[in-house]
């Protein structure tokens, strides 16, 4: 699987969280993982809840339609994005190659 993949109105993602950053981003990592940084700590599920939440802004979707898929516990997770709008301009160019 590649860091990226659109199927339908459902677009995967492959990343690599970084927890506790000084400001939220998301940029490609590799051709397997992109790097999503957030704010919040990783302490009781925060750091996933914000992770949903920044990227339901960021894909124009609703916090319930984004969903981890694999990695819950994990700095490598795989997300699910159902319905989006729209797609971060980093991911847009990654998804052009």
Not at 7 to 28: E, H, N, Q
């Amino acid at each position: 699987m590649s860091a990226v993949e659109i199927k339908g109105p459902v677009i995967t993602l492959k990343a690599v969280i970084t927890p506790k950053a000084s400001r939220d981003s998301v940029i490609p990592f590799t051709e397997e993982e992109i790097k999503i940084t957030v704010t919040a700590p990783p302490v009781d599920g925060k750091a996933n809840q914000y992770l949903q939440k920044y990227l339901s802004k960021a894909f124009g979707t609703s916090k319930g339609k984004v969903q981890i898929i694999r990695g819950e516990c994990s700095h490598h997770k795989v997300i699910e994005i159902r319905d989006f709008s729209k797609v971060p301009a980093p991911l847009a160019a990654l998804l052009k190659n």
